[in-house]
């Protein structure tokens, strides 16, 4: 295992050993894309794979926050289904600054799916739930995690809507 890795895999890691989760783990070159990333995953097509982006959600001028969205790799997210769940005016990813604050330093690419992890509130698409094990970068571009989706599901407890 790589030894500077950043912290959130370790407590990934512990979270899962605690519960009793099945997971393995993947040490590869640094990936940014989902489509990088599932060619370091002997045995997962991209489908598995599973993308944690941080949106700021604008509902007005003082209404603003941060989400995290979780979906399939192999799928993009309904920009207006979004912003329809939400009522916002407008969303937008987070910026690098803004995803390393809300992360204690973890880079775009490499961010986990338990947005619980950083008090920021996880929402799932139903299609996620649709394969038995899922694959993510695990808190570095480096580190890849698969488990099961029902174990996601139960830790993070996302709260589920249709938007991809």
């Not at 007005?60 to 192999?74: E, Q, Y």
């Not at 996880?122 to 394969?131: I, R």
């Amino acid at each position: 295992m790589i030894a500077d890795l950043h912290a959130a895999v370790g407590r990934i890691k512990a979270l899962l050993d605690a519960e009793g989760c099945w997971y393995e783990t993947f040490a590869h070159e640094p990936t940014r894309t989902s489509e990088e990333a599932a060619a370091t995953r002997p045995g997962y097509a991209l489908r598995h794979g599973a993308k944690a982006i941080i949106l700021r959600v604008k509902r007005s001028k003082r209404d603003k926050f941060f989400v995290m969205l979780v979906f399939p790799a192999d799928r993009k997210f309904d920009a207006k289904a979004v912003k329809n769940y939400f009522g916002a005016r407008d969303i937008r990813f987070a910026s690098e600054d803004e995803v390393a604050r809300l992360t204690g330093g973890i880079q775009p690419g490499g961010v986990p799916l338990f947005g619980n992890l950083f008090d920021l509130p996880v929402f799932a698409t139903p299609q996620l739930f649709g394969v038995e094990r899922i694959v993510f970068n695990a808190g570095d571009r480096r580190f890849s995690l698969a488990m099961r989706s029902a174990d996601y599901r139960r830790l993070a407890q996302p709260e589920v809507f249709p938007f991809v």
